[in-house]
Structures are given as C-alpha cells and as structure tokens.
T-cell receptor, first 113, second 113 residues
Framework: QQQVKQSPQSLIVQKGGISIINCAYE??????FPWYQQFPGKGPALLIA?????SEKKEGRFTISFNKSAKQFSLHIMDSQPGDSATYFC????????????FGTGTRLLVSP | SQTIHQWPATLVQPVGSPLSLECTVE??????LYWYRQAAGRGLQLLFY??????ISSEVPQNLSASRPQDRQFILSSKKLLLSDSGFYLC????????????FGNGTRLTVT
C-alpha cells in the first residue's frame, strides 16, 4: 500500500513533442505528490508538486494532472527540449506528521533533437 | 540559503572494508535528515531517517547503519561492505515546515569490488 507505480521505464520523444509520464498510488492517505528531475551524476531536484485538492498544476512547460478517484497522477512536458533529457521520479507522501516520500522507479526521458 | 554537502562523490571499496559517508546541511536548524539508495531500475529506496540528534530510524534491514552526532550532520556507515552495497547514495533534508520540499545532495557513487 506504500508503493507508487511509475510508467514507462523509458521514453523517447522528439524535440517539440509532449512527454507524458504516469504514476499510480494505493494509499489514500497520501496528500502530497511531487515530481523530481535528475540529471546524470546529480541528486534529484524538485520539479513541481501538487496537492489533491486541485486536478492540475502548471509551471511553465511542466504540468501535473491529478485524478483522485483513480489514484493516478501524471507529468506532462510540453514542447519537450533536449535539455529535458533526464530521469524523472514521481513520489507521494502524507504531509502531516513526519514527511517520508515514497518514490516511483523512475522514467528515463530522452528528447531527440 | 540552505545547502547540503555530501562526500565523497565517488568511492571504490573492496568487499569487507568499512564505509563512512558524510552529509552536512547548512543554513537551517533541526532538519529531518534522510539517507536514500538508488539502484538502477529500482528508484529511490529510503534507508534511514532522523528527526534529531541521536534519533535514527531504519527502513530496511541491511548491512548499513546511520548516526547523527550533530544537528546538521548525518553519517552512513558499514563495518564490512558487501558487493550488494554498491549503488548511488543520496542524503536529503527537509525543514520543519508544512510545505517544505525534500532537498537532495549530489550523492556518492559507491562501487564495492
């Protein structure tokens, strides 16, 4: 019940296209859903996050879509660029009490020029 | 501003040797501290977390231990490394605010030979 399932494992998108990464969770107590971006040899960095009281959050070219009833959330990268090539992790946690993020297994995104 | 320092960046150790990885956080007080391990295709696995000096919680039974001798210092150790301990180890911190994100260091790539 603590798992977060992420797909696909890898993704190749052409420059200018839309990248979509999906995640699903089981624990209905989760109320914080961040996405992290990781470049090779670096630690993950927070990209964007959403709480379940909204269905969508947009920051620049990055959008999180959240479906509470389906217990799913996704990251959309519009107008994907070669500089977006990285590994993306979804995560979930309960914000109340002790914060302990549960991560998905990651998606390696390659944006071809 | 807050920063996190993690060292060394890379480490090659023989099987059976001891391990000590260190992490320090600057610019914040009384953070929650975490050690994660990242293995290929397996996402980020939480190993240990700490809510204060001397307070360590273990998530996964293993060959590793953690200590927090000072408020902003977190150490990951092993008395005898196993081949299976190879991986990318990440220290992270979060401040005690409701909307605080989790911040990662740049990790240590450990290869046990």
């Amino acid at each position: 019940q603590q798992q977060v399932k992420q797909s696909p494992q890898s993704l190749i998108v052409q420059k200018g296209g839309i990248s979509i990464i999906n995640c699903a969770y089981e624990n209905t107590a989760f109320d914080y859903f961040p996405w992290y971006q990781q470049f090779p040899g670096k630690g993950p960095a927070l990209l964007i996050a959403i709480r379940p009281d909204v269905s969508e959050k947009k920051e620049g070219r990055f959008t999180i879509s959240f479906n509470k009833s389906a217990k799913q959330f996704s990251l959309h990268i519009m107008d994907s660029q070669p500089g977006d090539s990285a590994t993306y992790f979804c995560a979930a946690s309960m914000r109340s009490g002790f914060q302990k993020l549960v991560f998905g297994t990651g998606t390696r995104l390659l944006v071809s020029p | 501003s807050q920063t996190i320092h993690q060292w060394p960046a890379t480490l090659v150790q023989p099987v059976g040797s001891p391990l000590s990885l260190e992490c320090t956080v600057e610019g914040t007080s009384n953070p929650n501290l975490y050690w994660y391990r990242q293995a290929a295709g397996r996402g980020l696995q939480l190993l240990f977390y700490s809510v204060g000096i001397g307070q360590i919680s273990s998530e996964v039974p293993q060959n590793l231990s953690a200590s927090r001798p000072q408020d902003r210092q977190f150490i990951l150790s092993s008395k005898k490394l196993l081949l299976s301990d190879s991986g990318f180890y990440l220290c992270a911190w979060i401040s005690r605010g409701y909307n605080s994100p989790l911040h990662f260091g740049n990790g240590t790539r450990l290869t046990v030979t």
